[in-house]
């Protein structure tokens, strides 16, 4: 019996997901069999994990308003006009 391959299609929907941590063993280790095959799909993961990061840190930018308010008025208030 040949093992379940997954097509690229099949992938893609499980790149969140296997980015995210949260597939099943199997699943897993058959995203990263296609992985080592298939470099587009490679990319999509990369990319997905940049994302994710980028997010990560958007949202910790988020929870510090006060922080970046005070800077930027920092900022302003040290602008001076020659
Ligand atoms: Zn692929």
């Known amino acids: ?3 379940a391959k997954l ?9 969140s997901a296997y980015v995210d941590h949260e597939l099943s063993p ?3 280790r058959a995203v990263l069999l296609h992985l080592k095959e298939c470099p587009v799909c490679h990319n999509l993961v990369l990319e997905e994990v940049r994302i994710k990061q980028a997010v990560q840190q958007f949202g910790q930018k988020m929870k510090a308003p006060e922080h970046l308010k005070r800077k930027l008025r920092e ?3 040290g602008v001076k006009i020659m």
Do not use: F, T
């Open 7 to 15: 097509n690229c299609d099949e992938i893609r929907k499980l790149i």
């Open 26 to 28: 199997e699943k897993n």
């Open 75 to 77: 900022e302003l208030g």
């Open 1 to 3: 019996m040949e093992s």
